[in-house]
């Protein structure tokens, strides 16, 4: 069964850091994991996805130096580290998987479309 869940959001002052987590199950270790955000009134984006064989990660460029994907197996957790944020980055951050594939779908990594699994979302509030 495929299960995400996220936590570790929150507010911070900008320049600030926070770790996002994303349990997940024994299963959905084995997929590529994906993060994405949604500020208010925009729409969801890609913010960063790591495979399953090789760790491979990607990032879009609006956050690209300042977060950083891991994964930890023995913990089946999957994590976003964000430095140096900025009020931009607020938003509800979700983790997702499409359940199937090992790896990020290439340059394509943050197409929405591709993920049909979700956690439930964790605010990040930056205030400056």
């Known amino acids: 069964q495929v299960q995400l869940v996220e936590s570790g959001g929150g507010p911070v002052q900008s320049g600030g850091s926070l770790r996002l987590s994303c349990a997940v199950s024994?299963?959905?270790?084995?997929?590529?994991i994906a993060w994405f955000r949604q500020a208010p009134e925009k729409e969801r984006e890609g913010i960063s996805c790591i495979g399953s064989t090789d760790d491979s990660a990607y990032y879009a460029d609006s956050v690209k130096g300042r977060f950083t994907i891991s994964r930890d197996w023995r913990k089946n957790m999957v994590y976003l580290q964000m430095k140096d944020l900025k009020p931009e980055d607020t938003a509800v951050y979700y983790c997702a998987t499409d359940g199937v594939s090992p790896y990020c779908f290439g340059s394509a990594w943050s197409r929405i479309t591709y993920y049909d699994s979700w956690g439930q979302g964790t605010q990040v509030t930056v205030s400056s």
């Open positions: 024994t299963l959905t270790m084995n997929y590529a």
